[in-house]
């Protein structure tokens, strides 16, 4: 089941031998982008938990695979309580960007499946990034017995 607001869109990436070149953003473009960043993550290691109260992010992986964690923790949402995991990488199927609204916490880390190394993921968010509106903690403190290990997350 989907997270009420969170969108996945399939990107393209065209490849030949020479190399390849992969599509993030398109028309339609997103209303605003306020910064876009790179955040790698080295293997056997876990970013997470945040969330932010005002910032919508797009996660597109640009290097490697990563599982990237959400839990819906917006009172009222149509699926508040949900928990979403999903492989995203560089290339075929799992090349995609997801689209997160405010609200949402979210954690990722390189794919404990794949590769023994770093992933890069690049975010282009709606809003520059704002200390004061971003949270970090725990999930165990709001959801102490939902099992993260076994989503391969951590905690």
Do not use: Q
């Amino acid at each position: 089941m989907m997270i009420d607001g969170v969108i996945i869109t399939p990107l393209r990436e065209m490849a030949d031998a020479r190399g390849s070149v992969r599509h993030v953003l398109r028309p339609p473009m997103p209303d605003c982008i306020g910064e876009v960043y790179f955040s790698r993550v080295e293997p056997g290691v876990v970013k997470a938990w945040h969330l932010h109260s005002r910032m919508t992010l797009r996660y597109v992986v640009a290097y490697g695979r990563i599982l990237l964690g959400l839990y819906d923790a917006r009172a009222g949402s149509p699926t508040e309580g949900l928990v979403m995991c999903l492989r995203l990488s560089d290339t075929g199927a799992d090349y995609k960007m997801v689209t997160i609204p405010p609200g949402i916490w979210n954690g990722f880390r390189a794919d404990p499946d794949g590769p023994d190394e770093a992933a890069v993921v690049l975010n282009c968010p709606d809003l520059p990034h704002d200390p004061n509106e971003i949270v970090r903690a725990n999930p165990r403190s709001f959801l102490p017995d939902f099992p993260w290990g076994e989503y391969g997350l951590g905690g």
